[in-house]
């Protein structure tokens, strides 16, 4: 397994573009969550936002690059018919995977972490000068406070999740442009689907199965009771679906020529 | 070029044609675009059946929306004081006052909370109408809450008099005449000088209307931001009072005492009026109340309500786009195509006609039978459809079936630039499939998904748009309540902004680089 890995490790850190990208999480997800924070505010009478949720709102954008990462981490070695010769040498396709993925999630966690945690500072600076101080009703972000760093580590969590998925949808196609499709398809289109049917049974069921919405629970900390899903819980429907498309990705990648 | 080569237009057609064979052998791609097809048929019909609408009990069947002169569905809600009026004539009235009580969000759940105030829309007035049914042709000048004097007619239309309103201290005269068909509408301070508001010439008016006093109160609207994305609108009950005197009448009208009509009041299940209007006379006096109003109406399903696919579509169109040209590049084939036809323009010209119109193909049918269909079960389901002339729902379907034929041209165009799949892809759907989302989900506040909906390609949405927006009407217009703030072919003209220059660059990019 360490030879896998070793040799997963070096071709990651060596695609093409990856410093770019892990570049790309670190500064838009923190550059999104700023934008979102310049953006309101809070008067005197309070306001009703969830400010840890508004802190890390940049995690939306940030999970895109994060899944453009995982599917060209997979699509590039087909794309050069690297992936013959990676056969050949380790032949146990199963264990290749495992290796990809668990080096994958390592990148992830730790572009992840460092994403996450200069969003909650760039709140923690922010949000103050638009009106979200105590005396208004609204502490300042601080990851010492429970369900912030619930929130915070869940959104890690998260990122390492939406890898974990795209990898395996790219396993699955073989191809970037597919992959990158259904990947975008599942998390952004599937997650405004709840606003366009009217039953509210519907809407709560597609809600609670769509992977953005329900995984994004885990950075809620106000109104738990009105939310579909307790965080956790959400995280564990976006898990389900990784963990879905990697057995998928694994089986077809067992079944079918290189 | 020698006199003996193919002339230029054979020789375009010729590759239009290698490429439209390069398209239909591929199986995945013909395969990518009808499943982008499908899921704006199916996401839209399944959206269409998902939305049911009672109007009450079981058994109970919703009442028709009235239709205005101009085909459009409308509020004409109002009290109206009238006399039978034959050819030419007109009415002059002095407002004195205008008061009112608005319920506004309970303070304490369960009390009604009412305050006195008129909502900036309430409208009193004189006014000219064909007859007491709702959605008949009207003229009208009237006085507003917050708005000073217009003059309206067919529910569409408003002019602007002066502004200011109406007290004990500082009356307003108004003044609407008849000339055949044509109405115009006066105003003035003193009952002396008075000045011209607007004309109106309504089509088909009969020798007898009806005319007099009126007075509406449009209900007072509240918007707040639900928690899960998306908007909670409420609209709560408003009345308005106004106090009318010096009622002159000129014309053959109707003696004895005046009509009064409660026009398109709500009926309780138990028969009694819910919110009626009130009249009362003493001496020239005339005291009259009303609630509702005399306006298009904005409210309900439209038929682009059943396209709510489309940006699911587009994520299939993308993809098919970009692989169209990054698949050359990835076999080789690229540099069979150049030899083959050596000027590289007109080749990338070429590929991006034919999956620009195999698109356009391909959405047109979706939208067709999406919106044809999905527009029925809506109706079946009880929910009333805004009516659009069949103009604008042409317009809907052409324009929906080239959003997608741009989105493909400037994902064609971005993967011909950046020869990789990954990176056309991503981009495509970042500036034109996520602006869309973040902007009608209302994740975002109302003026920054206004400004994305203005400047990203996603303003290209607005095209179908079939409901538009009117000043003369308060409503929550914001891209989540499918208003756009571009007009229906400015926004795909913003689109087709990006698609061409990008269009250009790749061109410009495959002749200077090699292959």
């Known amino acids: ?106 990148l992830t966690l730790s572009a992840g972490t460092a994403a996450v945690l200069t969003s909650v500072l760039a709140g923690r600076i922010i949000l103050p000068g638009n009106g979200f101080v105590p005396e208004h009703g609204q502490p300042l972000l601080s990851l010492a406070d429970g369900p912030t760093f619930r929130a915070a580590a869940g959104s890690v969590l998260y990122l390492a999740l939406i890898a974990l998925l795209s990898l395996g949808v790219a396993i699955a196609v073989r191809d970037s442009a597919i992959a990158m499709g259904i990947v975008f398809g599942l998390l952004y289109v599937l997650s405004a689907v709840p606003l366009m049917v009217s039953d509210p049974g519907w809407q709560k069921l597609l809600w609670q199965i769509s992977p953005m919405n329900a995984g994004l629970a885990v950075q809620a900390t106000a109104r738990l009771s009105d939310l579909p899903l307790s965080p956790w819980a959400g995280l564990a ?22 | 070029m020698s006199a003996g080569t193919a002339p230029r237009r054979g020789d375009f057609a010729r590759l239009l044609r290698a490429e439209w064979t390069k398209f239909r052998t591929v199986r995945g791609w013909v395969l990518g675009l009808a499943v982008a097809a499908l899921v704006i048929v199916t996401l839209g019909l399944l959206s269409a059946s998902g939305s049911h609408t009672s109007c009450g009990g079981p058994g109970d069947v919703c009442s028709a929306v009235p239709v205005g002169p101009g085909g459009e569905a409308v509020d004409d809600k109002f009290y109206f004081v009238h006399r039978s009026l034959t050819g030419d004539g007109g009415i002059t009235a002095r407002v004195s006052s205008m008061t009112g009580h608005i319920r506004k ?36 000048t009237m006085v507003t809450g917050g708005h000073g004097v217009r003059m309206q007619y067919d529910f569409t239309h408003d002019i602007a008099g002066l502004p200011g309103g109406v007290s004990n201290d500082s009356p307003r005269w108004l003044r609407l005449t008849r000339s055949g068909e044509e109405l115009t509408g006066y105003e003035s301070a003193d009952g002396r000088h008075w000045t011209t508001v607007g004309t109106a010439r309504l089509a088909g008016l009969p020798e007898t209307v009806q005319i007099g006093l009126f007075v509406a109160s449009p209900g007072d609207l ?16 408003a009345e308005a009072t106004a106090v009318f005197d010096q009622v002159a009448l000129e014309g053959r009208t109707s003696g004895g005492a005046w009509e009064r009509d409660d026009i398109g009041v709500t009926v309780s299940p138990d028969g009694s009026l819910h919110h009626p209007g009130g009249f009362a006379q003493s001496g020239d006096t005339y005291t009259v109340t009303g609630v509702g109003d005399i306006a298009p109406l904005g409210e309900g399903q439209r038929i682009e309500s059943t396209l709510s696919g489309l940006p699911a579509g587009l994520l299939g169109v993308i993809v098919v786009a970009v692989m169209f040209v990054t698949a050359e590049y990835r076999r080789g084939l ?6 083959a036809g050596p000027r590289r323009g007109r080749v990338l010209a070429a590929k991006a006609a034919v999956i620009g119109t195999v698109t356009f193909v391909a959405a ?50 971005l993967g011909a630039l950046f020869r990789n799949s990954a990176a056309a892809v991503t981009v495509a759907v970042a500036v034109i499939v996520v602006p869309h989302v973040l902007a009608t989900t209302s994740v975002l506040p109302i003026g920054a998904a206004q400004w994305l909906l203005r400047l990203t390609p996603a303003a290209g949405f607005a095209v179908q748009q079939s409901i538009p ?14 208003y756009y703030p571009l007009a229906p072919w400015a926004g795909l003209a913003v689109f087709c902004a990006y698609a061409a220059p990008a269009l250009g660059l790749a061109v410009v990019r495959i002749r200077r680089r090699d292959a």
Request: aromatic share 6%.
């Open chain 2, 334 to 339: 690229i540099r069979t195509s150049l030899l």
């Open chain 1, 237 to 258: 429907v976006l898990a389900a679906w990784a963990a879905a498309a990697l057995l998928c990705g694994g089986l077809l990648l067992r079944a079918r020529d290189a």
């Open chain 2, 364 to 413: 047109a049918a979706a939208a067709g039978i999406t919106v044809a269909v999905g527009t029925r079960i809506l109706r079946s389901n009880g929910n009333p459809v805004l009516p659009v002339s069949t103009l604008t729902e042409l317009r809907v379907i052409a324009g929906v079936a080239a959003l997608p034929a741009v989105a493909a041209v400037l994902a064609f165009a």
């Open chain 2, 469 to 482: 927006e009117y000043p003369h009407v308060l409503a929550h217009y914001a891209p989540s309540a499918g």
């Open chain 1, 1 to 106: 397994m360490r030879r896998h890995l070793s040799a997963e490790w070096t071709k990651l850190r060596t695609l093409p573009g990856i410093g770019w990208l892990l570049l790309a999480v670190v500064t838009l997800t923190p550059a999104a969550s700023a934008a979102a924070a310049a953006m309101v505010s809070c008067p005197p009478a309070g306001c009703a936002y969830d400010v840890p949720k508004l802190g890390l709102m940049g995690v939306q954008v940030g999970q895109a690059v994060v899944a453009v990462l995982a599917v060209l981490a997979v699509t590039g070695e087909y794309g050069t018919g690297l992936v013959r010769t990676t056969f050949t040498a380790m032949p146990r396709r199963v264990a290749v995977l495992t290796a990809k993925a668990a080096v994958l999630t390592g």
């Open chain 2, 105 to 140: 969000p309970d303070v304490t759940p369960g009390a009604r909370n009412v305050v006195d105030g008129v909502v900036p829309w309430a409208k009193a007035g004189v006014i000219v109408k064909d007859g007491t049914r709702q959605g008949s042709a009207y003229a009208a």
């Open chain 2, 222 to 237: 509240t918007v707040r931001q639900a928690d899960f994305g998306g908007s909670i609108q409420q609209v709560r009950f």
